[in-house]
């Protein structure tokens, strides 16, 4: 039986990653969190309420096993956090920043609250240039917001666009700046996480190439209908 169409397969080419500039020891997440409780209250705290409201080192590596985290400062953008990771994936690939055709960023933090998303300042902060001499270059960018699920749920986007052969190349990256998004007073949640991108190039590939696992077992299989 023949087939009208040929779908390729996928691989991850090149990997980056950024981090924000600044180490973060719980000893300075007590510190914040302490800080904050107490402006929030306007007082010290009486026991009862210190006793349910003050975190210390001791306490958020017993109920987390975070020691330490990155913090991006003030200056430092989702967007430059996602571009700097984009750019070292993109070395890795052996690619050029031209020969991307899309960019899906996975983020709850983006640099305005509505408008313009995280992908089209990145595509700007990677030097893409949309025109070379005569020849328009285009590139696809969106951001994707699901919570935990943001880069799950932009990889398999970035991998629909090349396994359809829609696309040969590609970039998924996840980036967000959670210490400008977290209660600074929670104890609960405001030790866990911390501000650092990571990219991933996705490239095409003959289908019989197609494995991001060993053995030959892809990541996400395609069936063609």
Same mark, same amino acid.
């Given at each position: 039986m023949s087939t009208l169409f040929s779908f390729p397969g996928v691989r991850v080419s090149g990997i980056g990653y950024e981090l924000?500039?600044?180490?973060?020891?719980?000893e300075a997440v007590s510190e914040i969190v302490n800080?904050?409780?107490?402006?929030?209250?306007?007082r010290e705290p009486t026991a009862d309420e210190a006793e349910k409201y003050l975190t210390n080192p001791?306490?958020?590596t017993e109920r987390t096993g975070i020691e330490e985290r990155y913090f991006a400062r003030p200056e430092t953008a989702t967007s430059d956090l996602a571009a700097k990771a984009v750019l070292k994936a993109i070395? *890795?690939?052996?690619?050029? !920043?031209?020969?991307? +055709?899309?960019?899906?960023?996975?983020?709850?933090t983006p640099d305005y609250l509505y408008s313009p998303?995280?992908?089209?300042?990145?595509?700007?902060k990677i030097g893409f240039k949309p025109r070379t001499g005569s020849k328009l270059n285009k590139m696809r960018g969106c951001d994707v917001s699901l919570a935990c699920t943001s880069f799950m749920e932009a990889l398999s986007i970035g991998h629909s666009h090349i396994a359809s052969g829609k696309h040969k190349f590609g970039v998924v990256v996840g980036a967000d700046k959670m210490s400008t998004a977290v209660n600074p007073a929670d104890r609960t949640f405001f030790p866990l996480l911390?501000?650092?991108?990571?990219? *991933?190039?996705?490239?095409? !590939?003959?289908?019989? +190439?197609?494995?991001?696992?060993p053995g030959g077992q892809s990541f996400f299989p395609f069936h063609p209908l």
């Open positions: 924000g500039e600044d180490l973060i020891t719980n800080s904050n409780v107490r402006k929030a209250l306007g001791e306490w958020i070395e *890795m690939s052996g690619r050029s !920043v031209q020969d991307c +055709e899309f960019i899906l960023v996975a983020t709850v998303s995280v992908a089209p300042l990145v595509q700007r911390g501000d650092a991108a990571a990219a *991933m190039t996705l490239e095409a !590939v003959p289908a019989e +190439e197609n494995a991001f696992l």
